[in-house]
């Protein structure tokens, strides 16, 4: 990822009651904190490439960067995980997309029907298909897009009673079974 080098550290600019005042320079900063984060990489790393006093530092500029975008922590959390998940779908399609040979005891396994061009491993891309459509399911569980499942159990009681409310609605004897 290209990251300006940032171990130098922002200039840090202070009110006249000492508290930190962002600025264009601090938020992009931070926004690039976020970046690597999103990458998966840990709090450590990212302090020590963008030149933070420690850990604790770099998470603080992640969740500043996060919070700029959205106020609320699980929303915050959320499009960290979309990120990632972005990031995991492009990978698996890249292996959806590439071309795979079968090999066997290292050997490439020629096609039957033309012996002049290695037979194709469809194994890593049906792997692709299925992890695509996993990351695709966690995206939507965690964006709430799929409608809740609603189930309505009737029982033989309740439809008798049902009968018998219309009937009594319509002024009729409802029939009577045995």
Known sequence: MDTPDHRSGPKRTRSAQGRYIRTPDSAERDADACRLRNL???????????????????RKAVERAMLLTVQEPAAAQRTLQLGRLD???REA????????IAINNGRVIMN???????????APVLAAI???LKIEERRAK???????????LITIDAIEAEVAR????????PPVHR
């Not at 490439?49 to 420690?54: E, F, I, L, V």
């Not at 399609?93 to 795979?100: M, S, T």
């Not at 965690?142 to 309505?152: F, K, T």
């Not at 219309?166 to 004897?173: I, M, Q």
């Open 166 to 173: 219309l009937a009594a609605e319509l002024d009729l004897t």
């Open 93 to 100: 399609w890249a292996v959806l997309k590439a071309e795979h």
């Open 130 to 132: 299925d992890r695509l």
């Open 112 to 122: 039957p029907a033309n012996s002049n061009e290695p037979l194709r491993d469809h």
């Open 142 to 152: 965690l964006l709430g897009l799929d409608a809740p499942v609603r189930a309505e």
């Open 40 to 58: 998966a990489m840990p709090y450590d790393e990212i302090a020590a490439q963008m030149g933070y006093a420690d850990r604790s530092a770099a």
């Open 87 to 89: 990031l995991l779908f």
